[in-house]
């Protein structure tokens, strides 16, 4: 089943999907959120993923990577103890490297949008060895569920989706741009 499917009226689901997936993003603290988010799903359900989002965000104070950044020994020790959130050390650890490294590619590429577009288009086969160089915890399920997540990749909505067709007309990357040979 489809997650088109699946949201359709669900109270958690429909507001990210009617809203959010698929959508094009270029601000970094929001591409720190999406990817904490898949990050944070590895091995678990979206939908406990998506009701312990404000409790993420506000942990993580809005996912902004400077800020996210510079968190050491004591603000880890905050995230584990903090029951709203996935108290998994090696997730929480991911994150706040991640937030470095999106800080790094701020010096190179002006932002993590700018550095994803340099990039594109590639295949998933390659967006996985791509990001696994230059992040941490970046199987290729949460590697994937990023980029369809931000509009790099296709796939996030079906093709009789009312909300893809409506996210067509913005449009994301991929329908921007392909690899040589397609999808």
Not at 89 to 102: F, G, L, T, Y
Request: proline share 7%; glycine share 8%; net charge neutral.
């Amino acid at each position: 089943m489809s997650y088109c499917t699946i949201a359709k009226g669900h109270p958690v689901h429909g507001p990210h999907h009617d809203h959010e997936y698929g959508r094009p993003v270029d601000r970094d603290d929001v591409l720190l959120e999406r990817m904490a988010l898949e990050i944070n799903q590895a091995g678990l359900s979206w939908l406990l993923i998506l009701k312990k989002r404000a409790a993420l965000h506000a942990a993580f104070e809005g996912f902004d990577p400077s800020t996210v950044a510079r968190y050491g020994a004591p603000e880890v020790a905050r995230l584990l103890g903090d029951a709203g959130i996935i108290r998994n050390r090696r997730k929480i650890e991911a994150v706040i490297e991640n937030a470095r490294r999106i800080l790094a590619i701020r010096e190179s590429h002006g932002g993590l949008a700018a550095w994803i577009e340099a990039n594109h288009p590639i295949r998933l086969a390659d967006w996985v060895k791509v990001m696994r160089k230059t992040f941490v915890f970046m199987g290729p399920e949460v590697v994937n569920e990023f980029f369809m997540s931000i509009g790099t990749l296709p796939g996030a909505h079906d093709a009789d989706c009312p909300v893809g067709r409506e996210i067509a007309a913005l449009p994301p990357a991929w329908m921007r741009a392909s690899p040589p040979g397609g999808w």
